[in-house]
C-alpha cells in the first residue's frame, strides 16, 4: 500500500490565487516525520519543510503554511497569494521511526501550475 | 555553503557501458542517500551510508547497480552493464542525522541508448 498519498495529480491557478495542495498518510508508527520537497522545472529538489509526528501546531513561512491533522492522517500544503515561481512539482514524503527514520517515502506528486 | 555537488550533470551511453556517477555531500552531514526518480516508479530509494558505512541496499535493483563511499566526501554509483531501463535521473542526498532533512544535489540525468 502506499505509504504517501498526493490524490492531485496536476492543478492549475491563476496568479494570485491560494492553492492547497493534499497529502494522505499512512504509518503504526507512532513516531514519524513528514516532509514537503518541491522540484522546479530545473529538476533539482528543494527542502520545504519537516514536521515531526508530536508537533501537530501548523507553520507558516511567508506564503507556505502547513496544516498537520494526525486524526485525518493529512499534511496539506497551502500556498497564497501563488505566483509563476511556485510553479513546480510538490513531493510530500514520509520517514519511520521503526525503519531507521532514514528511508523516505515519496508520494507521485502534484504539478502545480501557476498562469500569469 | 556548497550543496550536494553530482556529476555528471547529464550522461548519455550506449547499453552494455559501465556508468559512474559520482557525489559530494555536505560537508559534515553523516548520511548519504542515493535515489532513482522516473515516470513509471517516481522517487524510490536505492542505498544508504552512515559514516561511510551501507546501511540500507535493500532499493538497489540487481547486482549490476553498486555503490561505494570510500570516504566522507565521496560517493559513487556505479552501473555494469547498463540497460536501457536503468535510463532515470539519479539523486544523491545528504543529511545531518538520521531523520533530518535530506539535502539533494541537482540530479544526473542518465540516458542508456
Known amino acids: 500500500a502506499q505509504k504517501v498519498t498526493q490524490a492531485q495529480t496536476e492543478i492549475s491557478v491563476v496568479e494570485k490565487e491560494d492553492v492547497t495542495l493534499d497529502c494522505v498518510y499512512e504509518?503504526?508508527?507512532?513516531?514519524?516525520?513528514l516532509f514537503w520537497y518541491k522540484q522546479p522545472p530545473s529538476g533539482e529538489l528543494v527542502f520545504l519543510i519537516r514536521?515531526?509526528?508530536?508537533?501537530?501546531q501548523n507553520e507558516i513561512s511567508g506564503r507556505y503554511s502547513w496544516n498537520f491533522q494526525k486524526s485525518t492522517s493529512s499534511f496539506n500544503f497551502t500556498i497564497t497569494a501563488s505566483q509563476v515561481v511556485d510553479s513546480a512539482v510538490y513531493f510530500c514524503?514520509?520517514?519511520?521511526?521503526?525503519?531507521?527514520?532514514?528511508?523516505?517515502?515519496f508520494g507521485t506528486g502534484t504539478r502545480l501550475t501557476v498562469i500569469p | 555553503d556548497a550543496g550536494v555537488i553530482q556529476s555528471p550533470r547529464h550522461e548519455v551511453t550506449e547499453m552494455g557501458q559501465e556508468v559512474t556517477l559520482r557525489c559530494k555531500p555536505i560537508?559534515?552531514?553523516?548520511?548519504l542517500f542515493w535515489y532513482r526518480q522516473t515516470m513509471m516508479r517516481g522517487l524510490e530509494l536505492l542505498i544508504y551510508?552512515?559514516?561511510?558505512?551501507?546501511?540500507?541496499d535493500s532499493g538497489m535493483p540487481e547486482d549490476r547497480f553498486s555503490a561505494k563511499m570510500p570516504n566522507a566526501s565521496f560517493s559513487t554509483l556505479k552501473i555494469q552493464p547498463s540497460e536501457p531501463r536503468d535510463s532515470a535521473v539519479y539523486f544523491c542526498?545528504?543529511?545531518?542525522?538520521?531523520?533530518?532533512?535530506?539535502?539533494f544535489g541537482d540530479g544526473t540525468r542518465l540516458s542508456i541508448l
Open positions: 542526498a545528504s543529511s545531518l542525522m538520521g531523520n533530518q532533512p535530506q539535502h
Open positions: 504509518t503504526r508508527d507512532t513516531t514519524y516525520y
Open positions: 514536521r515531526n509526528s508530536f508537533d501537530e
Open positions: 514524503a514520509l520517514s519511520e521511526e521503526s525503519t531507521g527514520a532514514n528511508n523516505l517515502f
Open positions: 560537508s559534515g552531514h553523516d548520511y
Open positions: 551510508f552512515n559514516n561511510n558505512v551501507p546501511i540500507d
